[in-house]
Protein backbone atom coordinates (compact mmCIF):
# COMPACT_ATOMS: atom_id res chain seq x y z
CA UNK A 1 0.00 0.00 0.00
CA UNK A 2 1.71 3.44 -0.95
CA UNK A 3 1.42 5.84 2.09
CA UNK A 4 -1.90 8.21 1.45
CA UNK A 5 -3.75 4.53 0.81
CA UNK A 6 -2.46 3.48 4.30
CA UNK A 7 -3.53 6.57 5.90
CA UNK A 8 -6.70 6.96 4.18
CA UNK A 9 -7.24 2.64 5.38
CA UNK A 10 -5.67 3.89 9.44
CA UNK A 11 -8.41 6.79 9.21
CA UNK A 12 -11.04 4.77 8.20
CA UNK A 13 -9.87 1.49 10.63
CA UNK A 14 -9.84 4.36 13.15
CA UNK A 15 -13.35 4.97 12.32
CA UNK A 16 -14.55 1.66 12.40
CA UNK A 17 -13.12 1.37 15.55
CA UNK A 18 -14.41 4.37 17.17
CA UNK A 19 -18.14 3.29 16.41
CA UNK A 20 -17.31 -0.32 17.61
CA UNK A 21 -16.41 1.40 21.06
CA UNK A 22 -19.20 3.98 20.83
CA UNK A 23 -22.43 2.18 18.69
CA UNK A 24 -24.53 0.13 20.93
CA UNK A 25 -25.73 -2.80 19.58
CA UNK A 26 -29.11 -2.00 20.31
CA UNK A 27 -28.54 1.77 18.91
CA UNK A 28 -31.57 2.76 16.75
CA UNK A 29 -30.51 3.32 13.24
CA UNK A 30 -33.39 5.20 12.25
CA UNK A 31 -32.38 9.16 10.85
CA UNK A 32 -28.85 8.38 10.06
CA UNK A 33 -27.37 9.50 6.72
CA UNK A 34 -25.85 7.03 4.49
CA UNK A 35 -22.06 7.87 5.31
CA UNK A 36 -22.80 6.95 9.29
CA UNK A 37 -24.69 3.68 8.45
CA UNK A 38 -21.79 3.03 5.68
CA UNK A 39 -19.37 2.92 8.77
CA UNK A 40 -21.69 2.07 11.48
CA UNK A 41 -23.35 -1.40 9.89
CA UNK A 42 -20.62 -3.62 8.90
CA UNK A 43 -19.50 -3.08 12.73
CA UNK A 44 -22.62 -4.74 13.84
CA UNK A 45 -23.37 -8.83 14.14
CA UNK A 46 -26.56 -8.80 12.01
CA UNK A 47 -28.89 -11.40 13.08
CA UNK A 48 -31.88 -12.78 11.22
CA UNK A 49 -35.09 -12.58 12.99
CA UNK A 50 -37.20 -15.11 14.26
CA UNK A 51 -40.74 -14.76 13.20
CA UNK A 52 -42.76 -13.32 15.82
CA UNK A 53 -44.20 -16.15 18.08
CA UNK A 54 -47.57 -17.05 18.21
CA UNK A 55 -50.37 -16.92 21.13
CA UNK A 56 -50.41 -18.73 24.27
CA UNK A 57 -51.81 -22.34 24.54
CA UNK A 58 -52.92 -21.59 28.20
CA UNK A 59 -54.26 -18.20 28.51
CA UNK A 60 -55.60 -18.83 31.88
CA UNK A 61 -55.09 -16.59 35.25
CA UNK A 62 -51.61 -18.40 36.78
CA UNK A 63 -49.13 -17.27 39.06
CA UNK A 64 -46.70 -14.84 37.59
CA UNK A 65 -44.60 -13.79 40.44
CA UNK A 66 -43.12 -16.80 41.27
CA UNK A 67 -40.07 -18.07 42.56
CA UNK A 68 -38.48 -18.44 38.70
CA UNK A 69 -39.00 -14.60 38.39
CA UNK A 70 -37.76 -12.49 41.50
CA UNK A 71 -37.90 -8.97 41.88
CA UNK A 72 -34.19 -7.62 41.23
CA UNK A 73 -34.22 -3.60 41.15
CA UNK A 74 -31.84 -2.58 37.90
CA UNK A 75 -28.18 -2.25 38.28
CA UNK A 76 -26.80 1.21 37.20
CA UNK A 77 -26.19 -0.33 34.17
CA UNK A 78 -29.80 -1.98 33.50
CA UNK A 79 -32.21 0.24 31.20
CA UNK A 80 -35.85 1.03 32.03
CA UNK A 81 -37.67 3.22 30.38
CA UNK A 82 -41.01 5.55 29.65
CA UNK A 83 -43.40 2.07 29.88
CA UNK A 84 -43.67 -0.01 33.02
CA UNK A 85 -45.54 -3.04 32.11
CA UNK A 86 -42.13 -3.51 29.70
CA UNK A 87 -39.81 -2.29 32.91
CA UNK A 88 -41.42 -4.77 34.94
CA UNK A 89 -41.44 -7.69 33.06
CA UNK A 90 -37.53 -6.97 32.59
CA UNK A 91 -37.17 -6.23 36.65
CA UNK A 92 -38.74 -9.73 37.46
CA UNK A 93 -36.47 -11.60 34.48
CA UNK A 94 -39.57 -12.45 31.89
CA UNK A 95 -37.00 -9.95 29.50
CA UNK A 96 -33.56 -9.60 30.38
CA UNK A 97 -32.72 -7.47 32.99
CA UNK A 98 -30.40 -4.99 31.15
CA UNK A 99 -33.53 -3.79 29.38
CA UNK A 100 -32.28 -4.67 26.08
CA UNK A 101 -34.20 -7.41 23.41
CA UNK A 102 -35.66 -9.37 20.76
CA UNK A 103 -39.16 -8.79 19.61
CA UNK A 104 -39.54 -12.34 20.14
CA UNK A 105 -38.77 -11.81 23.96
CA UNK A 106 -40.73 -9.21 24.00
CA UNK A 107 -43.69 -10.91 22.57
CA UNK A 108 -43.17 -13.95 24.21
CA UNK A 109 -42.85 -11.63 27.76
CA UNK A 110 -45.99 -9.55 27.83
CA UNK A 111 -47.88 -12.69 26.61
CA UNK A 112 -46.52 -14.55 29.30
CA UNK A 113 -46.12 -12.05 32.09
CA UNK A 114 -49.47 -10.17 31.18
CA UNK A 115 -51.78 -12.39 28.95
CA UNK A 116 -51.38 -9.76 26.21
CA UNK A 117 -52.78 -10.99 23.16
CA UNK A 118 -51.09 -12.41 20.28
CA UNK A 119 -52.00 -9.71 17.68
CA UNK A 120 -51.85 -7.00 20.43
CA UNK A 121 -48.54 -7.89 21.06
CA UNK A 122 -47.15 -8.20 17.56
CA UNK A 123 -48.63 -5.23 16.49
CA UNK A 124 -47.44 -2.86 18.92
CA UNK A 125 -43.77 -4.59 19.06
CA UNK A 126 -42.89 -4.67 15.62
CA UNK A 127 -44.37 -0.75 15.66
CA UNK A 128 -41.75 0.26 18.35
CA UNK A 129 -39.01 -2.28 16.47
CA UNK A 130 -39.39 -0.59 13.45
CA UNK A 131 -38.79 3.04 15.11
CA UNK A 132 -36.60 2.75 18.19
CA UNK A 133 -34.53 -0.84 17.65
CA UNK A 134 -32.06 -1.79 15.76
CA UNK A 135 -32.85 -3.43 12.56
CA UNK A 136 -29.27 -5.11 12.10
CA UNK A 137 -28.69 -6.97 15.63
CA UNK A 138 -32.48 -7.24 16.16
CA UNK A 139 -32.02 -6.05 19.48
CA UNK A 140 -35.04 -3.09 21.09
CA UNK A 141 -33.87 -1.30 24.37
CA UNK A 142 -36.72 -0.44 26.91
CA UNK A 143 -35.65 2.74 27.33
CA UNK A 144 -32.92 5.61 26.88
CA UNK A 145 -31.40 5.75 29.97
CA UNK A 146 -29.60 3.13 32.13
CA UNK A 147 -32.17 3.45 35.14
CA UNK A 148 -34.47 6.29 36.28
CA UNK A 149 -31.73 8.39 38.34
CA UNK A 150 -28.21 6.82 36.27
CA UNK A 151 -26.63 8.49 34.16
CA UNK A 152 -27.11 8.29 30.32
CA UNK A 153 -24.80 5.78 28.63
CA UNK A 154 -21.76 7.11 27.02
CA UNK A 155 -23.34 6.73 23.33
CA UNK A 156 -24.70 9.26 20.44
CA UNK A 157 -27.72 11.09 21.31
CA UNK A 158 -29.75 8.77 18.44
CA UNK A 159 -29.77 6.21 20.89
CA UNK A 160 -33.18 6.57 22.23
CA UNK A 161 -34.92 3.58 22.42
CA UNK A 162 -38.38 3.27 23.76
CA UNK A 163 -37.33 7.46 25.01
CA UNK A 164 -37.10 8.47 21.76
CA UNK A 165 -39.91 11.11 21.11
CA UNK A 166 -42.63 11.33 18.89
CA UNK A 167 -42.67 7.95 16.95
CA UNK A 168 -43.69 5.91 19.59
CA UNK A 169 -43.11 8.00 23.07
CA UNK A 170 -45.20 11.27 22.82
CA UNK A 171 -47.48 13.45 25.04
CA UNK A 172 -49.92 13.50 27.81
CA UNK A 173 -48.55 10.27 28.96
CA UNK A 174 -50.77 8.99 32.38
CA UNK A 175 -47.80 9.25 34.88
CA UNK A 176 -44.80 10.86 32.90
CA UNK A 177 -44.46 14.14 31.74
CA UNK A 178 -44.31 15.46 27.80
CA UNK A 179 -40.46 15.63 26.48
CA UNK A 180 -41.23 19.34 26.02
CA UNK A 181 -40.45 19.77 29.94
CA UNK A 182 -37.32 18.08 29.56
CA UNK A 183 -37.91 14.18 30.86
CA UNK A 184 -40.23 12.01 29.10
CA UNK A 185 -39.52 9.04 30.75
CA UNK A 186 -39.66 8.92 34.33
CA UNK A 187 -42.29 8.36 37.04
CA UNK A 188 -43.30 11.79 38.39
CA UNK A 189 -45.01 11.72 41.82
CA UNK A 190 -47.50 14.83 41.00
CA UNK A 191 -48.87 13.24 38.30
CA UNK A 192 -49.50 9.78 40.07
CA UNK A 193 -50.94 11.68 42.79
CA UNK A 194 -53.64 13.50 40.41
CA UNK A 195 -54.16 10.19 39.43
CA UNK A 196 -54.98 8.61 42.93
CA UNK A 197 -57.21 11.97 42.93
CA UNK A 198 -58.70 11.10 40.49
CA UNK A 199 -59.21 7.52 41.59
CA UNK A 200 -60.93 8.97 44.76
CA UNK A 201 -63.03 11.33 42.68
CA UNK A 202 -64.53 8.72 39.93
CA UNK A 203 -63.45 5.36 41.07
CA UNK A 204 -64.12 5.07 44.64
CA UNK A 205 -60.10 4.83 45.36
CA UNK A 206 -59.61 3.06 42.34
CA UNK A 207 -58.79 3.19 38.76
CA UNK A 208 -61.03 1.48 36.36
CA UNK A 209 -62.33 2.95 32.90
CA UNK A 210 -64.87 5.61 34.04
CA UNK A 211 -61.41 7.07 35.84
CA UNK A 212 -59.34 6.21 32.59
CA UNK A 213 -61.96 8.53 30.79
CA UNK A 214 -61.46 11.15 33.10
CA UNK A 215 -57.82 11.57 33.37
CA UNK A 216 -56.94 11.01 30.20
CA UNK A 217 -59.03 13.95 29.16
CA UNK A 218 -57.54 16.04 32.07
CA UNK A 219 -54.18 14.53 30.87
CA UNK A 220 -54.54 16.44 27.07
CA UNK A 221 -56.20 19.54 28.80
CA UNK A 222 -53.02 19.96 30.92
CA UNK A 223 -50.77 19.62 27.74
CA UNK A 224 -52.82 21.97 25.94
CA UNK A 225 -52.71 24.30 28.30
CA UNK A 226 -48.96 24.28 28.95
CA UNK A 227 -46.62 22.91 26.20
CA UNK A 228 -46.62 24.98 23.20
CA UNK A 229 -45.08 21.49 21.44
CA UNK A 230 -48.21 19.33 22.14
CA UNK A 231 -48.58 16.91 19.44
CA UNK A 232 -51.47 14.38 19.67
CA UNK A 233 -51.76 13.09 15.91
CA UNK A 234 -51.30 9.42 15.37
CA UNK A 235 -49.92 7.01 16.04
CA UNK A 236 -49.69 8.99 19.89
CA UNK A 237 -53.29 9.85 19.23
CA UNK A 238 -54.06 5.32 19.60
CA UNK A 239 -50.81 4.43 22.31
CA UNK A 240 -52.23 7.57 24.36
CA UNK A 241 -55.74 5.91 25.06
CA UNK A 242 -54.51 2.26 24.66
CA UNK A 243 -52.19 3.22 27.71
CA UNK A 244 -55.02 4.54 29.78
CA UNK A 245 -56.99 1.24 28.90
CA UNK A 246 -53.67 -0.75 29.84
CA UNK A 247 -53.70 -0.68 33.69
CA UNK A 248 -57.14 -2.18 33.69
CA UNK A 249 -56.32 -5.22 31.58
CA UNK A 250 -53.25 -5.84 32.51
CA UNK A 251 -52.55 -4.66 35.71
CA UNK A 252 -55.36 -5.91 37.75
CA UNK A 253 -54.44 -9.84 39.26
CA UNK A 254 -56.80 -12.22 37.49
CA UNK A 255 -58.81 -13.66 40.31
CA UNK A 256 -60.03 -10.02 40.36
CA UNK A 257 -62.26 -9.76 37.64
CA UNK A 258 -64.55 -6.61 38.91
CA UNK A 259 -62.10 -4.04 36.67
CA UNK A 260 -61.18 -2.17 39.84
CA UNK A 261 -57.29 -1.48 40.15
CA UNK A 262 -56.00 -0.79 43.67
CA UNK A 263 -53.81 2.33 43.81
CA UNK A 264 -51.28 0.55 45.81
CA UNK A 265 -50.68 -1.98 43.25
CA UNK A 266 -50.63 0.55 40.27
CA UNK A 267 -48.11 2.50 42.23
CA UNK A 268 -45.99 -0.45 42.33
CA UNK A 269 -46.27 -0.94 38.46
CA UNK A 270 -45.87 2.69 37.82
CA UNK A 271 -43.12 3.29 40.34
CA UNK A 272 -40.94 0.72 41.49
CA UNK A 273 -42.00 -1.95 38.17
CA UNK A 274 -42.74 -4.68 40.79
CA UNK A 275 -45.75 -7.42 40.85
CA UNK A 276 -47.41 -6.97 43.89
CA UNK A 277 -46.75 -10.38 46.05
CA UNK A 278 -48.29 -13.44 44.60
CA UNK A 279 -49.07 -12.19 41.75
CA UNK A 280 -51.60 -13.91 38.91
CA UNK A 281 -51.71 -12.82 35.43
CA UNK A 282 -55.13 -12.02 34.06
CA UNK A 283 -57.39 -14.19 33.13
CA UNK A 284 -58.37 -12.56 29.80
CA UNK A 285 -55.83 -12.49 27.07
CA UNK A 286 -55.94 -8.45 26.04
CA UNK A 287 -55.97 -7.93 22.07
CA UNK A 288 -56.84 -5.20 19.72
CA UNK A 289 -60.28 -6.33 20.03
CA UNK A 290 -60.31 -6.25 24.17
CA UNK A 291 -58.48 -3.22 24.17
CA UNK A 292 -60.17 -1.27 21.35
CA UNK A 293 -63.68 -1.71 23.51
CA UNK A 294 -61.86 -0.32 26.48
CA UNK A 295 -60.93 2.46 24.51
CA UNK A 296 -64.33 3.36 23.36
CA UNK A 297 -65.26 3.41 27.06
CA UNK A 298 -62.65 5.96 27.63
CA UNK A 299 -63.06 8.12 24.62
CA UNK A 300 -66.70 8.31 24.06
CA UNK A 301 -67.10 10.79 27.11
CA UNK A 302 -64.78 12.87 25.97
CA UNK A 303 -63.94 12.84 22.28
CA UNK A 304 -60.85 15.16 20.81
CA UNK A 305 -59.85 14.85 17.10
CA UNK A 306 -56.33 14.61 16.54
CA UNK A 307 -54.09 17.67 16.22
CA UNK A 308 -51.75 19.84 18.23
CA UNK A 309 -50.62 23.26 19.82
CA UNK A 310 -49.30 25.65 17.14
CA UNK A 311 -45.95 26.84 19.22
CA UNK A 312 -48.20 28.67 21.83
CA UNK A 313 -50.20 27.48 24.78
CA UNK A 314 -54.15 27.02 24.20
CA UNK A 315 -53.97 27.20 20.77
CA UNK A 316 -55.13 23.34 19.87
CA UNK A 317 -55.50 22.98 16.21
CA UNK A 318 -57.12 19.99 14.60
CA UNK A 319 -54.99 17.82 12.22
CA UNK A 320 -57.16 16.56 9.23
CA UNK A 321 -54.67 14.41 8.06
CA UNK A 322 -54.18 11.82 11.29
CA UNK A 323 -55.57 8.47 11.23
CA UNK A 324 -58.55 8.49 14.05
CA UNK A 325 -60.37 6.15 15.55
CA UNK A 326 -62.49 6.05 12.15
CA UNK A 327 -59.80 4.72 10.27
CA UNK A 328 -57.54 2.13 11.90
CA UNK A 329 -55.81 0.68 8.48
CA UNK A 330 -54.78 4.65 7.79
CA UNK A 331 -52.92 4.05 11.21
CA UNK A 332 -50.74 1.45 9.41
CA UNK A 333 -50.63 2.73 6.34
CA UNK A 334 -49.03 6.12 7.14
CA UNK A 335 -47.16 4.30 9.97
CA UNK A 336 -45.38 2.52 7.29
CA UNK A 337 -45.58 5.28 4.18
CA UNK A 338 -44.37 8.14 6.14
CA UNK A 339 -43.28 7.78 9.86
CA UNK A 340 -41.05 4.12 8.94
CA UNK A 341 -39.81 5.10 5.14
CA UNK A 342 -39.19 9.00 6.34
CA UNK A 343 -36.71 7.54 8.99
CA UNK A 344 -34.86 5.23 6.60
CA UNK A 345 -34.55 7.17 3.18
CA UNK A 346 -31.55 5.60 2.02
CA UNK A 347 -31.80 2.36 3.61
CA UNK A 348 -30.21 -0.81 1.01
CA UNK A 349 -28.55 -3.68 1.72
CA UNK A 350 -28.90 -5.48 4.78
CA UNK A 351 -30.75 -3.09 6.13
CA UNK A 352 -33.45 -3.19 3.31
CA UNK A 353 -33.97 -6.54 3.97
CA UNK A 354 -34.35 -6.49 7.70
CA UNK A 355 -36.79 -3.16 6.91
CA UNK A 356 -39.30 -5.67 4.91
CA UNK A 357 -38.85 -8.49 7.06
CA UNK A 358 -40.45 -6.60 9.74
CA UNK A 359 -42.83 -4.59 7.92
CA UNK A 360 -44.04 -8.28 7.07
CA UNK A 361 -44.05 -9.13 10.49
CA UNK A 362 -45.93 -5.57 11.64
CA UNK A 363 -48.46 -6.26 8.82
CA UNK A 364 -49.52 -9.29 10.47
CA UNK A 365 -52.25 -8.83 12.47
CA UNK A 366 -53.22 -6.05 10.48
CA UNK A 367 -54.05 -8.31 7.35
CA UNK A 368 -56.45 -10.28 9.45
CA UNK A 369 -58.83 -6.69 9.89
CA UNK A 370 -58.87 -6.51 6.16
CA UNK A 371 -55.78 -3.82 5.80
CA UNK A 372 -54.44 -3.03 2.19
CA UNK A 373 -50.45 -4.20 2.98
CA UNK A 374 -48.18 -1.34 1.41
CA UNK A 375 -45.69 -2.56 -0.67
CA UNK A 376 -42.31 -3.48 0.08
CA UNK A 377 -39.54 -0.48 0.59
CA UNK A 378 -36.89 -0.61 -2.40
C1 LIG B 1 -45.88 -5.04 23.67
C2 LIG B 1 -44.85 -4.24 23.79
C3 LIG B 1 -44.93 -2.87 24.43
C4 LIG B 1 -44.29 -1.76 23.97
C5 LIG B 1 -43.36 -1.71 22.77
C6 LIG B 1 -44.64 -0.66 24.84
C7 LIG B 1 -44.17 0.63 24.72
C8 LIG B 1 -44.56 1.69 25.48
C9 LIG B 1 -44.10 3.04 25.31
C10 LIG B 1 -43.09 3.52 24.27
C11 LIG B 1 -44.73 3.80 26.22
C12 LIG B 1 -44.58 5.30 26.43
C13 LIG B 1 -45.60 6.05 25.72
C14 LIG B 1 -45.76 7.41 26.32
O1 LIG B 1 -46.40 7.51 27.38
O2 LIG B 1 -45.26 8.37 25.75
C15 LIG B 1 -45.60 2.94 26.98
C16 LIG B 1 -46.43 3.36 27.98
C17 LIG B 1 -47.20 2.53 28.72
N1 LIG B 1 -47.26 1.16 28.64
FE1 LIG B 1 -46.28 0.00 27.32
N2 LIG B 1 -45.49 -1.12 25.81
C18 LIG B 1 -45.69 -2.46 25.61
C19 LIG B 1 -46.45 -3.31 26.40
C20 LIG B 1 -47.11 -2.93 27.54
C21 LIG B 1 -47.76 -3.83 28.47
C22 LIG B 1 -47.80 -5.36 28.34
C23 LIG B 1 -48.30 -3.05 29.43
C24 LIG B 1 -49.07 -3.46 30.65
C25 LIG B 1 -48.86 -4.58 31.26
C26 LIG B 1 -47.99 -1.68 29.13
C27 LIG B 1 -48.41 -0.60 29.88
C28 LIG B 1 -48.12 0.71 29.60
C29 LIG B 1 -48.67 1.83 30.33
C30 LIG B 1 -49.67 1.76 31.47
C31 LIG B 1 -48.11 2.98 29.78
C32 LIG B 1 -48.39 4.42 30.20
C33 LIG B 1 -47.37 4.88 31.18
C34 LIG B 1 -47.68 6.27 31.64
O3 LIG B 1 -48.11 7.09 30.85
O4 LIG B 1 -47.50 6.56 32.82
N3 LIG B 1 -47.26 -1.64 27.98
N4 LIG B 1 -45.46 1.65 26.52
C1 LIG C 1 -48.72 -24.76 21.84
O1 LIG C 1 -49.18 -25.99 21.37
C2 LIG C 1 -48.63 -26.38 20.13
C3 LIG C 1 -49.34 -27.64 19.67
O2 LIG C 1 -49.43 -28.54 20.73
C4 LIG C 1 -47.13 -26.57 20.28
O3 LIG C 1 -46.54 -26.92 19.05
C5 LIG C 1 -46.52 -25.26 20.77
O4 LIG C 1 -45.14 -25.43 21.02
C6 LIG C 1 -47.21 -24.78 22.03
N1 LIG C 1 -46.74 -23.44 22.33
C7 LIG C 1 -46.27 -23.11 23.50
C8 LIG C 1 -45.85 -21.68 23.65
O5 LIG C 1 -46.19 -23.87 24.45
C1 LIG D 1 -30.62 3.18 39.49
O1 LIG D 1 -29.34 2.70 39.88
C2 LIG D 1 -28.87 3.28 41.09
C3 LIG D 1 -27.46 2.77 41.30
O2 LIG D 1 -27.42 1.37 41.21
C4 LIG D 1 -29.83 2.87 42.23
O3 LIG D 1 -29.40 3.47 43.43
C5 LIG D 1 -31.23 3.35 41.89
O4 LIG D 1 -32.14 2.89 42.87
C6 LIG D 1 -31.67 2.83 40.53
N1 LIG D 1 -32.94 3.44 40.15
C7 LIG D 1 -34.07 2.74 40.03
C8 LIG D 1 -35.28 3.50 39.58
O5 LIG D 1 -34.14 1.55 40.23
C1 LIG E 1 -36.43 12.34 26.51
O1 LIG E 1 -35.85 12.37 27.82
C2 LIG E 1 -34.45 12.16 27.82
C3 LIG E 1 -34.01 12.12 29.26
O2 LIG E 1 -34.44 13.23 29.97
C4 LIG E 1 -33.74 13.29 27.07
O3 LIG E 1 -32.34 13.02 27.03
C5 LIG E 1 -34.28 13.30 25.66
O4 LIG E 1 -33.72 14.41 25.00
C6 LIG E 1 -35.79 13.44 25.68
N1 LIG E 1 -36.26 13.42 24.32
C7 LIG E 1 -36.79 14.49 23.78
C8 LIG E 1 -37.02 14.46 22.34
O5 LIG E 1 -37.11 15.46 24.47
C1 LIG F 1 -44.04 16.48 37.39
O1 LIG F 1 -45.18 16.98 36.76
C2 LIG F 1 -45.59 18.23 37.26
C3 LIG F 1 -46.96 18.54 36.64
O2 LIG F 1 -46.89 18.52 35.25
C4 LIG F 1 -44.54 19.27 36.95
O3 LIG F 1 -44.93 20.54 37.43
C5 LIG F 1 -43.24 18.83 37.60
O4 LIG F 1 -42.20 19.72 37.23
C6 LIG F 1 -42.86 17.42 37.21
N1 LIG F 1 -41.77 16.98 38.06
C7 LIG F 1 -40.62 16.53 37.57
C8 LIG F 1 -39.62 16.08 38.58
O5 LIG F 1 -40.40 16.44 36.37
C1 LIG G 1 -65.65 3.03 38.54
O1 LIG G 1 -65.91 3.20 39.90
C2 LIG G 1 -67.04 4.04 40.19
C3 LIG G 1 -67.14 4.16 41.70
O2 LIG G 1 -67.23 2.90 42.28
C4 LIG G 1 -68.30 3.40 39.61
O3 LIG G 1 -69.38 4.26 39.80
C5 LIG G 1 -68.09 3.20 38.12
O4 LIG G 1 -69.19 2.52 37.57
C6 LIG G 1 -66.84 2.37 37.88
N1 LIG G 1 -66.62 2.23 36.46
C7 LIG G 1 -66.26 1.09 35.90
C8 LIG G 1 -66.13 1.08 34.43
O5 LIG G 1 -66.02 0.08 36.55
C1 LIG H 1 -47.76 4.25 0.21
O1 LIG H 1 -46.57 4.43 -0.54
C2 LIG H 1 -46.53 3.66 -1.74
C3 LIG H 1 -45.17 3.82 -2.34
O2 LIG H 1 -44.82 5.18 -2.42
C4 LIG H 1 -47.63 4.11 -2.67
O3 LIG H 1 -47.64 3.28 -3.80
C5 LIG H 1 -48.97 3.97 -1.96
O4 LIG H 1 -49.97 4.52 -2.75
C6 LIG H 1 -48.95 4.68 -0.63
N1 LIG H 1 -50.19 4.33 0.03
C7 LIG H 1 -50.94 5.23 0.60
C8 LIG H 1 -52.25 4.75 1.12
O5 LIG H 1 -50.59 6.38 0.76
Known amino acids: MSPPFRIIAGVFALLSATSVLSFPTHGSLAGLSR??????????????????????NDTSARLVFDPAHPFIAP??????????GLNTLASHGYLPRNGIATPAQIIE??????NMGNDLAVFVTYAAFLVDGNLI?????????????????PAPAIVGG?????????????????????????FNETLFDELVSFSNKFGAGSYNLSVAAQFRFQRIQDSIATNPQFSFVSPRFY????????????FIDGRQTNGQLDMTVARGFFQTNTFPPNFFRSGVSSGLREIAAGIQ????????????NNGAVNSYTPNPNSADFSNFCK??????????????????????????TNLEFFFGPIALLGCTQVPAFT
Open 75 to 84: KATDIRGPCP
Open 331 to 356: LYTDFVNNTVRSLYPTASGALLDALN
Open 109 to 114: AVQEGF
Open 35 to 56: SELDVIIPTLERRIPDPPPGPL
Open 239 to 250: TAYAESVFPVAF
Open 297 to 308: EVFVPHPIVPGG
Open 137 to 153: TNLLSIGGKTNETGPDP
Open 162 to 186: LDTHAVFEGDASTTRGDAFFGDNHS
